[in-house]
């Protein structure tokens, strides 16, 4: 996920995830010129590292597809089952479930706790990310629990 909080520490980042990672482009507060700019940039590094690149709206040129609730989103964020299901009706192929963790982007907001996670998403069968103060550490328990991968903003930083 990216965000204006990771400043340049964002093209280090992108430059070390494996090949095959998913990048979420978020950037709300720039303008308008600058978000396009700015996605540009990240569209050429994902290409040339083969990173899949989602857009958050508005659409963006040379995203592999779009993120968020809206319709013909390709991925979906879920806090609860409600938004869970609402992603499976628009069809997401994939839902991000938070957050998993407490989390320094929703602050004040309730952890789920993996277990209240995966129920969100129990039987949508839809592969499920964890979300929300998410590290590799975390994450390499999370494995067995069925979930798919994880994303984070500040675990690279």
């Not at 958050?56 to 013909?72: C, E, F, I, W």
């Not at 990310?129 to 975390?138: D, I």
């Amino acid at each position: 996920m990216t965000d204006e909080r990771l400043g340049d520490d964002l093209w280090r980042i992108l430059r070390h995830l494996p090949p095959g990672s998913g990048v979420v482009f978020r950037h709300y507060r720039l303008p308008p010129a600058d978000r396009r700019a700015m996605f540009a940039r990240v569209r050429r590094i994902a290409r040339a590292r083969r990173l899949v690149l989602f857009a958050v709206d508005p659409p963006l040129p040379g995203a592999a597809g779009r993120h968020g609730r809206v319709a013909g989103a390709t991925s979906w964020p879920a806090h609860d089952r409600a938004e869970a299901l609402a992603g499976k009706r628009a069809g997401a192929a994939l839902l991000f479930v938070s957050p998993l963790y407490t989390t320094a982007s929703h602050p004040g907001t309730p952890a789920l706790g993996p277990r209240k996670a995966r129920r969100i998403a129990a039987g949508l069968n839809l592969p499920v990310v964890a979300l929300g103060g998410m590290t590799p550490r975390r994450y390499r328990r999370l494995r067995t629990a069925g979930f798919a991968g994880w994303a984070a903003i500040d675990a690279w930083r």
